[in-house]
């Protein structure tokens, strides 16, 4: 079973800042992974897929990249609606899909 | 426009089995080629796969969770359905049904829906 561990579990920043958030494989995953972000009481959404690939409709300022084991979520530029846990998720393994815990966004 | 709504018991005794529905609205759960998943998150903590199904009746079971999940599909309905055996505490989670697809070979979850509170409890 393939685990995707996610760096920092949790991290403060302010409005404006750059954001990065790492997700490792425990092992190569190619390119299929995917970012999402979820609010309190609201289901995930869809932020990045295949790695890099911006989801339709999702603001330019998230971006994605990495291959084989390691990955990268990057926020250029917080914005409020940004607080939020993002979790990140691979598609490679053939006994099925699996996430990693989720970094949480916090305001400082 | 295109949505999932899951539909069921929330509270379920322990050793019963959990039993929810997912009913697609907006096209056919038959168009395009899609898995229909159904994935859990307990209270604070992270997502969980649980499975998929295709409309074809083609399954996958997360590993961990196979010997006591069965999911099935009724197009006719444009429902697919979770059953969950044995539960207990340990089951408790908002359980929310999704829609993979897959794009440069990687499948993702691009459409969720509100999720259901599920409470195992005598």
């Known amino acids: 079973d393939i685990q995707m561990t996610q760096s920092p579990s949790s991290l403060s920043a302010s409005l404006g800042d750059r954001v990065t958030i790492t997700c490792r494989a425990s092992?190569?995953?190619?390119?299929?992974v995917s970012w999402y972000q979820q609010k309190p009481g609201k289901a995930p959404k869809l932020l990045i897929y295949a790695a890099s690939s911006l989801q339709s409709g999702v603001p330019s300022r998230f971006s994605g990249s990495g291959s084989e084991t390691d990955f990268t979520l990057t926020i250029s530029s917080l914005q409020p609606e940004d607080f939020a846990t993002y979790y990140c998720q691979q598609s490679y393994s053939p006994l099925g899909y699996t996430f990693g815990q989720g970094t949480r966004v916090e305001m400082k | 426009q295109v949505q999932l709504q899951e539909s069921g018991p929330g509270l379920v005794k322990p050793s019963q089995t959990l039993s929810l529905t997912c009913t697609v609205s907006?096209?056919?759960?038959?168009?395009?080629?899609?898995?229909w998943s159904w994935i859990r998150q307990p209270a604070g903590k992270g997502l969980e796969w649980i499975g998929r199904i295709h409309t074809s009746g083609s399954t996958q079971y997360n590993p961990s969770l196979r010997s006591r999940v069965t999911i099935s599909v009724d197009p006719s309905k444009n429902q697919y359905s979770l059953k969950l055996s044995s539960v207990t505490a340990a089951d408790t989670a908002v359980y929310y049904c999704?829609?993979?697809?897959?794009?440069?070979?990687?499948?993702?979850?691009?459409?969720w829906g509100r999720g259901t509170l599920v409470t195992v409890s005598a």
């Open positions: 907006g096209d056919s759960i038959t168009s395009g080629t899609y898995y």
């Open positions: 999704a829609r993979a697809r897959s794009g440069w070979g990687s499948w993702y979850f691009d459409l």
């Open positions: 092992q190569i995953v190619s390119t299929y």
